[in-house]
């Protein structure tokens, strides 16, 4: 087992793309770090610059005590868990398992006991003599993992493994997953372009962007305090709802506006986050997660009113997205634009919503909400986020309660932040 | 969600016929009619070959169409045979065959796979040389290498002068590129981390995967050699060293009039040196595809 | 099967590779010798790749390289085969084959027989396979079998079908005496109208059946869905065939014309055995046949050289400005 330290890495690709940009980065022992963005944000990359698939063209990779940056990948004591699981489709099961460890001349007892072990934990024990073909999606994802696991390595690199499954496999996979790491307490780093299976199973998670960190923190606090706008919007589904925005300080209070509303918000914010205070009488860019939305009736009166047209309703069983249309144009900056890569293609502006930002909140089942209702929405103002409009950047986080610990109670870098 | 990677044994290497052809219409009749009338035009001349193999007398009018039981014997492959000695002429188109698969098959591999999957000094030279030999015909070539391998190396009538030109085919490099290429990357990061080495990854990973291109290509390179006809014309003058396909048209130029059925003894000799090809390609038809045969020429 | 990239791309791709920055900028001492770092710096990262394309490498060089060199070296130089060990004089002559070669008015009338050549045998390739493949990329019985009927004349030798034609377009063959009074006299091989188109339509028969499975790989990668919009939009079947297969199989028409052109250049077995020897007065002949009888026969190997090289250049350019035009229409 072992610490990896990433050190101001980069990754220029010949013709001058510039994939990974001066990335650091400490996963300590037995740490499960999630590297998660949109894609082309760089982190397979990464990931393969870890495993010794892809140079680096600066900085320093370390696993454990080696400096790896000129380590051949067999050498670096890594497995890896690729997306098309890449199993060799002319070995059979057992074979696939056994080829790693056969190439390191490891005993043929040993062999056979490791392949079986890693058998009986992943339920492929009948299916050892079968070739990849004959197996399901959830199988040969598992003898990928198993190939993983018999090799006992200091760190497993994981290359979106989950993404070739149907939506219910995935989610059983998940959790086996997180259990395996339960287990076997191995270093791992997980790449993934699906926030919640990032949110799910990482002790801590990074969001990148263009090749540049952005963020590393565990799930929840990457959720309450996203540094900028981009990270903010990426994490978290449906996704939070944002629209330009002008805080003000007047006779009846303090408040955000924008289309036709007027949300108070408390003193008492104001004063736990006194970063917001040079902006009043400014614009800014204001953040509304769906979950902090109810409809009225069902909450208290501290939450501000948002009076709205639903435009479409989706019932989820559990939940209701409510989906409406605000008056105001599409907030464009530059961390938005790069949550959805395909809006530059025109794909994302329907022409139908033309100059307006359509929102997603979410309500409680027992609503009697229906499509084309004028309702009115509860809006819990003391989890507003707001973003500086030049920048992107969080404006007065809130403070977190405690330092920043992984779920597992390791050490964790202390000053995340774009790098 | 999308399922963006196809997992590796999905990929289509096993050679695929009767992909997205349009459904059986009521219409299939007008497609059965030409084909019918094609497939006519094709095979009539190998069925006139035969006959006129087996006449005793030459019958160039309409009626030696169809066999005549008055007028078939075997005589003709008798007389081609020993004008010919097919045994020997056989074995010489063999061996140049034989030498030139057998360079193709191990050094053509090697260069295939490096082109694929290596990274190396020199790779796009090497590949932009195989795109100009691939384009530049063969034969226009023929003085230079007469010079070099007659005159200077003195390797005319022998086997390695017939083979050296013909030795390593560039359109089965490119088709085993092509195959090793079309190979998920990610099969051979895997095999990299799990500590195999470059040849170790090629003969246990990659070559059971394009097993049929390798015989696509043994195919292609098959007909090359054993058809060829102006190179073993230039370097043989001994017709103990001739190939069939020399040995028979130098015969053809020279026809001898002492054979009773002159073109009967020819068509003999065309039916052994047809046969061979045509029985290789029948019996592994199904890998010599229009897919296969389509990304080894597609540019 | 995945889309072969086209030909540029992986030009670029090639050219790119070799150029790749092979060494990263490191600090001193990360784990690796100087030695390793600089082999590394020079070979690329997978050095072993040479080792594996060597023996390639090594072909190229001697049977493809070194023999162009020494065609363009020949053809600039007087040169003829001398016995075994007699050593003369070579002198350099300028463009004096060249010249020799551009007014030869044998040179000339095959290079119009080639013109021939690809007039008859381009359109009637193009037009015979493509029908052929539309009629075979359906559904139909005996597929298999037709196919293989197609091809069979493609993989066999091209001296056992030559026998064959001989013996039924000889004068006084099969097909004369199915065509009693129309057949031209003197008879097809021995005509000097005929001994040209003759190969031609001998030539497209026998490779038919390889563009019928390019034209069928082709027509199978044109989605089905455009059919049946157009069906929808009411094209007729003609429509179909000009809005939808012909589009569709563009590049596979123009590698058939690239090929038709390498063929013609390359014409020798046909016209020497066909039409013994290059037909009537030379109306046959090809430029290799040429090359053969002015270069070796004749003992000229410098006159066959510059024909060599000229030929050689012209195939070039014609491929490039193809893929110039292909470039230019996508």
């Known amino acids: ?419 | 969600m999308t399922q963006t990677g196809r997992t590796v044994d999905e990929v289509a290497v096993a050679p695929d016929d009767v992909t997205s052809v349009e459904p059986r219409t009521s219409h299939s009749w007008w497609r059965l009619t030409v084909l019918g009338i094609g497939a006519l035009v094709f095979v009539f001349p190998f069925y006139y070959m035969i006959i006129g193999s087996l006449q005793k007398n030459q019958n160039t009018s309409l009626s030696g169409v169809v066999p005549q039981p008055g007028n078939i014997t075997l005589r003709n492959y008798g007389e081609i045979n020993a004008a010919l000695n097919l045994g020997k002429t056989l074995i010489n188109s063999g061996v140049f065959t034989g030498g030139v698969l057998l360079a193709t098959v191990v050094f053509g591999v090697l260069a295939g796979y490096a082109l694929a999957q290596l990274r190396f000094r020199g790779r796009g030279l090497l590949f932009v040389s195989m795109l100009l030999l691939l384009m530049v015909p063969f034969q226009l070539l023929i003085i230079p290498l007469y010079v070099l391998i007659v005159r200077y190396y003195g390797l005319g009538d022998s086997y390695l002068g017939m083979i050296a030109p013909f030795a390593i085919n560039s359109t089965a490099v490119f088709i085993f590129r092509q195959y090793f290429l079309q190979l998920p990357k990610e099969l051979f990061d895997a095999a990299r981390i799990d500590g195999a080495n470059e040849f170790r990854i090629l003969t246990r990973i990659a070559l059971p995967l394009v097993r049929p291109a390798l015989l696509t290509a043994m195919l292609l390179t098959f007909i090359g050699p054993w058809n060829e006809y102006l190179w073993p014309f230039l370097i043989t003058k001994q017709q103990s060293m001739q190939p069939l396909a020399v040995a028979l048209a130098n015969y053809m130029n020279t026809v001898q009039s002492t054979v009773s059925n002159p073109f009967g003894t020819i068509l003999a000799g065309a039916v052994v040196l047809a046969v061979p090809a045509v029985a290789l390609f029948l019996a592994f038809q199904r890998y010599f595809v229009a897919p296969n045969i389509g990304s080894a020429v597609k540019g | 099967m995945p889309e072969v990239p086209p030909l540029e791309a992986e030009l670029q791709l090639a050219t790119r590779g070799s150029e790749m920055k092979l060494e990263a900028e490191l600090p001193p001492g990360t784990g690796e010798s100087r030695g390793t770092r600089l082999a590394r710096a020079v070979l690329g990262p997978q050095p072993i790749g040479m080792a594996f394309g060597a023996p390639y490498a090594l072909f190229i060089a001697v049977l493809f390289a070194y023999p162009l060199g020494l065609a363009v070296w020949i053809s600039f130089h007087s040169y003829f085969f001398t016995a075994p060990g007699v050593s003369v004089a070579r002198p350099f002559v300028g463009l004096a084959n060249y010249v020799a070669v551009l007014t030869d008015s044998e040179v000339l009338r095959s290079f119009l027989n080639i013109l021939i050549f690809l007039v008859i045998n381009v359109p009637l390739t193009v037009a015979l396979s493509l029908l052929l493949a539309t009629a075979l990329n359906a559904a139909i019985p005996f597929r298999a079998l037709f196919r293989a009927c197609f091809y069979v004349p493609y993989v066999t030798a091209s001296v056992a079908m030559v026998a064959v034609w001989l013996f039924m377009f000889n004068t006084g063959g099969v097909v004369d005496s199915v065509l009693g009074p129309v057949a031209p006299v003197p008879s097809w091989l021995v005509n000097q109208n005929w001994a040209m188109p003759s190969i031609a339509i001998y030539v497209t028969w026998k490779q038919l059946g390889f563009f019928i499975l390019l034209y069928l790989a082709a027509l199978q990668n044109v989605p089905k869905e455009l059919y049946e919009a157009a069906s929808i939009d009411g094209a007729s079947w003609w429509h179909r065939l000009w809005s939808v297969t012909i589009p569709g199989v563009r590049t596979v028409t123009t590698l058939i014309t690239l090929l038709a052109i390498i063929v013609g250049a390359n014409l020798f077995t046909e016209p020497y055995l066909l039409t013994a020897g290059g037909g009537p007065n030379g109306t046959s002949a090809s430029p290799v046949l040429l090359m053969y009888q002015i270069g070796i026969e004749q003992n000229h190997p410098d006159f066959a050289s510059a024909l060599g090289v000229i030929l050689v250049i012209g195939v070039l350019l014609i491929v490039g400005v193809q893929r110039l035009l292909q470039r230019n229409q996508t």
């Open chain 1, 1 to 419: 087992m072992a610490q990896i330290v990433l050190n101001e890495i980069d990754k220029t690709y010949p013709g001058g793309m510039k994939a990974v940009n001066g990335l650091s980065l400490e996963i300590e022992d037995g740490e499960f770090v999630v590297l998660v963005g949109p894609s082309g944000c760089g982190k397979t990359t990464v990931l393969r610059m870890i495993a010794g698939l892809e140079e680096i063209t600066g900085g320093t990779i370390r696993i454990g005590d080696r400096v790896m940056n000129r380590v051949a990948p067999k050498d670096r004591d890594i497995a890896m868990v690729f997306q098309n699981y890449a199993l060799y489709p002319s070995m059979t099961v057992r074979e696939n398992l056994a080829f790693g460890l056969r190439m390191r001349k490891t005993p043929k007892q040993e062999i056979n006991r490791r392949v079986v072990d890693a058998a009986n934990i992943l339920g492929l024990a009948q299916y050892l003599e079968r070739k990849p073909a004959a197996l399901s999606g959830g199988q040969r994802q598992r003898v990928a993992m198993g190939r993983a696991i018999v090799r006992e390595p200091e760190v497993f690199l994981m290359d979106e493994p989950l993404s070739n499954l149907d939506a219910k496999l995935r989610v059983s996979m998940r959790a086996s997953l997180a259990e395996l790491h339960e287990r076997l307490n191995v270093t791992t780093v997980y790449v993934t372009h699906d926030q919640v299976e990032a949110m799910t199973l990482g002790d801590r998670v990074c969001v990148l962007r263009g090749g540049v960190l952005q963020q590393v923190d565990t799930p929840q606090n990457l959720f309450d305090y996203p540094v900028n706008l981009f990270v903010g919007g990426f994490i978290g589904s449906p996704s939070m709802n944002i629209v330009a925005a002008k805080l003000v300080r007047d006779d009846v209070g303090t408040a955000v506006m924008f289309a036709e509303y007027r949300l108070p918000i408390s003193e008492h914010v104001v004063h736990a986050r006194p970063e917001i205070e040079p902006y009043f009488g400014r614009d800014v860019i204001l953040g509304l997660r769906p979950s902090d939305f109810e409809e009225a009736s069902l909450v208290d009166e501290s939450w501000a009113r948002m009076p709205v047209t639903t435009h479409v309703t989706e019932a989820l069983g559990g939940e209701i997205h409510v989906i409406f249309v605000v008056d105001a144009p599409p907030v464009e900056h530059k961390d938005v634009v790069d949550l959805a890569p395909e809006a530059e293609e025109g794909g994302a502006a329907v022409p139908l919503y033309e100059g307006k930002s359509v929102w997603t909140a979410r309500v409680d089942a027992h609503s009697q909400v229906r499509a084309g209702d004028r309702i009115e929405l509860g809006v819990d103002t003391r989890n507003l986020y707001f973003f500086d409009p030049d920048s992107g950047l969080a404006i007065g986080k809130k403070q977190a309660a405690e330092p920043r610990r992984s779920r597992r109670g390791t050490r964790s870098a202390d000053s995340p932040g774009p790098a």
